[in-house]
């Protein structure tokens, strides 16, 4: 209790409340940019942490982190074009309840269960972090396999319209992962000669082309001066959302969960976490032929699942020293800078520091609300410019953001490559987060299946060997089956009613 108490004075110090503010809305501006994530906030940061105290630098991170992946919702709302990866999971659904005049729940709903997502994991990083690094330790190459199997299944059922060209898309995104090195022999495929290309492609040029550009273009042909999502300007965002919250509850507590146990798994993130909850959402939901034209329960798990994740990063990270993402990654790296070393060992000789960032959580997600609320407000003037004037400055704003990812004019080329395919995979009905999700989780499918496949020295069994591999394998698999056992059911049933209608009326 005493540790507690003495982190709560460090963190209420001026110098860290200031610090934390003045973070809070780099990462709303920062995030809010198409192409500049929660990660290279964060890392825009660092230079500035080496004039700081452990405990403003943390802080403002996690402030920097929290607000960073709400405010990747503003552009996806609006423009549909998702500012962090984030929060490309949901930024079909989101868009698609602004054309429909319900913009203010779509953001409202975000920011309030964005903050309910940060707190539950800054609470689940407090009192279980021990139990939960554990439990990402015993992940193996079978377990993360079988992980990034749940996700690719995922992509597919989030995937509205045909199946079949919902796998096309899924497809395509694990093409474009195959490109570069090979994750074990090193050598390089599909890369036609060209040395740019043995890197692979940039995930964030890839993401811009295919919603930011196709996007562009789409507007660009139909040729309408009128503002992007109408006139209609922004109402309350907080009207009836009680009511949503309270309908939604369960849905909510279940992106919390996912999210904080995806975040702990070291590889993973919020995007994945997104992608997964926003799945789980639409399989338990009672209308799931709504997802994709505007439903508010995708967005409200989703959201919950990606701002609950960073505290889920958070416990590997600062109990084994394991980073859960890129974002931990670099706060690793802070620690270390501030002569901390990351790991069991900290927790003695430095609890107060610890908890301090831990409780930097809570105010960062407390925060949130007033401050992603002025940011709505800010950002809905985007509403009333006309498109002839938005597009080319949108399209500006994914040159500078592909451009300063990869610092090669190479990265834009792929942009406006992606985009322009992305433009006919839509036009043609093929859904695009597919196949982000295919790339995302495509170089992970590929290293664990090759390195558990050395391992086992071929045995596929050795799959099911492990506890946790045995049932997320079963589970995997087991989804796979359900629709080819649904339609088999859904034949008998369908041939036992076309016999006893034949009976009844050869009776008759």
């Not at 919250?245 to 146990?261: D, E, F, M, S, V």
């Not at 990869?406 to 942009?415: G, I, K």
């Amino acid at each position: 209790m005493d540790v507690m108490l003495h982190a709560a004075e460090l963190l209420l110090d001026k110098t860290v409340i200031i610090t934390m503010i003045l973070t809070a809305i780099f990462g709303l501006v920062v995030g809010s940019i198409p192409g500049l994530t929660a990660s290279m906030a964060v890392a825009l940061l660092i230079p500035l942490t080496f004039f700081m105290d452990p405990v403003p630098a943390l802080a403002g991170i996690v402030s920097v982190a929290a607000m960073a992946i709400f405010a990747g919702d503003l552009p996806g709302a609006l423009l549909r074009i998702p500012g962090t990866p984030a929060s490309a999971a949901y930024a079909d659904e989101a868009y698609a309840m602004t054309r429909k005049g319900q913009a203010e729940l779509a953001l409202g709903m975000g920011l309030i269960c964005s903050a309910i997502g940060g707190l539950f994991g800054a609470t689940v990083l407090i009192f279980g972090a021990p139990a939960l690094a554990e439990i990402a330790l015993e992940f193996s190459t079978y377990e993360y396999f079988w992980l990034a199997c749940l996700g690719l299944t995922a992509a597919v059922v989030v995937a509205r319209g045909d199946l079949v060209k919902g796998m096309a898309s899924l497809l395509f995104g694990l093409i474009l992962a195959t490109i570069g090195l090979d994750p074990v022999s090193g050598l390089m495929r599909f890369t036609f000669d060209i040395e740019t290309l043995a890197g692979g492609l940039g995930f964030i040029p890839v993401l811009i082309g295919l919603f930011a550009v196709s996007e562009v273009l789409r507007v660009v042909s139909r040729t309408t001066t009128e503002s992007t999502v109408g006139s209609k300007q922004l109402g309350n965002v907080f009207h009836g959302l009680g009511r949503e919250i309270w309908r939604l509850k369960a849905g909510i507590a279940r992106g919390c969960t996912l999210g904080t146990i995806i975040g702990a798994i070291p590889g993973a993130g919020a995007d994945i976490a997104a992608y997964v909850s926003y799945a789980v959402a639409k399989k338990f939901s009672k209308r799931p032929e709504k997802f994709g034209t505007g439903i508010i329960d995708g967005i409200a798990s989703a959201t919950a699942a990606n701002n609950a994740s960073i505290g889920g990063a958070f416990v590997p990270a600062t109990v084994f020293g394991i980073p859960g993402d890129s974002l931990t990654a670099i706060v690793i790296g802070v620690l270390f800078m501030k002569g901390l070393t990351p790991g069991p060992t900290v927790f003695l000789q430095k609890p107060e520091l610890i908890y301090a960032v831990f409780l930097s959580f809570f105010v960062a997600n407390i925060m949130m609300v007033p401050f992603g609320f002025f940011a709505i407000k800010a950002f809905k003037q985007i509403l009333r410019v006309p498109q002839t004037v938005l597009m080319p400055v949108i399209l500006a704003f994914c040159v500078v953001g592909s451009f300063a990812v990869e610092n090669a004019v190479f990265a834009v080329t792929v942009m406006l490559i992606l985009g322009f395919i992305g433009y006919l995979m839509e036009e043609n009905g093929f859904p695009l987060p597919p196949a982000i999700l295919g790339l995302v989780l495509g170089p992970m499918l590929e290293e664990k299946f090759l390195t558990s496949m050395l391992k086992s020295r071929g045995d596929l069994m050795a799959f099911f060997e492990r506890p946790v591999a045995g049932v997320l394998g079963v589970v995997t698999i087991a989804i796979w089956m359900s629709p080819v056992v649904v339609a088999v059911i859904r034949r008998v049933v369908a041939a036992r009613r076309r016999a006893t209608t034949q009976s009844d009326n050869t009776a008759a």
